[in-house]
């Protein structure tokens, strides 16, 4: 199928950008790397009258560490996430996620900002964000706020973004101490949406136990959501395959994914567990300068 009639703007500033969502309210829709748009519009299963490409608008693309926390522009693509060193070296859940995404076309073209706007339950972004803690910030022609990321994915394909509103930017708390994060997906082939996807973070105590622990996962509800029941049975747990077994449990338990093509409900929330204790194992390893 072709895409409907649509007009097409490709405004030089955000200023810009901005005014016209808010004059064609309604009818414009945000447009940047297009992998996830692009498709539905060719489906017709979205029509708007509008695309306000962002490609333009500067400082978008920025990845940044201040002293209290990370600053992703949401344009930045998953390939210059996966690429940089600075992900790499202290971020390293982000570098898992971002390797995984897709194919290098869509690693390409596809960005961070996109991917959490579109809110696909199977997307690997949103659990990385709900297990870090990470805060969505939106522009409109009215001014700036934040989102935390635990208030943000509202349902499938639902986010808290109004229409007039640009998702500018994503701050992940800077972790400090003992900290490591990772992040497992099972796909049926390789490139896929997940089957079952697990982000964790962890901060380890002085004593070695585990003080605080961040658990998003995705593809096993209708939307991504935070194991919150996981992550109260790791808190303050000294870390060891048997706690890793139960917080992997509590985890599959939270979730409720349908049966698909990526396989039965059960099957996907085994593997639930299973991400969640293999996540664990290589946070805590890479927590302890292991891994
Ligand atoms: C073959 C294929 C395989 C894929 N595999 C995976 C995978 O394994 N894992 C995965 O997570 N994803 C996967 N994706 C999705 C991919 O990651 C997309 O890049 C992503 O979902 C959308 O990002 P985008 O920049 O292309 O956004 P677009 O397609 O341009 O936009 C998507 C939606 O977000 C809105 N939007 C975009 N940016 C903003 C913004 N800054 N502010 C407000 N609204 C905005 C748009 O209006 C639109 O509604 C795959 C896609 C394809 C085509």
Redesign the pocket.
Known sequence: MIPAQFDYVRPPNIGEALRILKDREGEA???????????LLKLRLAEPGLLVD?RDLDGLDRIVETDDDLRIG??AT?RKLHESALIRDRYPLFHDAAG????PQ?RN???I???V??A?P????PAVLLATMATLVCRSAAGERTIAARSFFLDTFVTA?EPT????EIRIPRPNGRAGGAYEKI?RRA????TAGAAVAVQLGSDGRIARAGVGLTAVAETPFAATDAEAVLAGGAPSEELYRRAGDAAAAQSRPMSDSHGPAEYKQAMAAEMTVRALRRAVARARREG
Not at 100 to 103: Q, T
Not at 165 to 168: D, K, P
Not at 191 to 194: E, I, R, S, V
Request: proline share 2%.
């Open positions: 829709k945000v447009l940047s790397g297009g992998y996830s748009l692009i498709p962002i949401a344009r998953h995984g995404i897709g194919d869509v073209w596809g960005t900002g996109g991917s706007a579109h696909d199977s997307s690997d972004w973004i509103e640009i998702l500018t796909e490139g896929d949406f997940a």
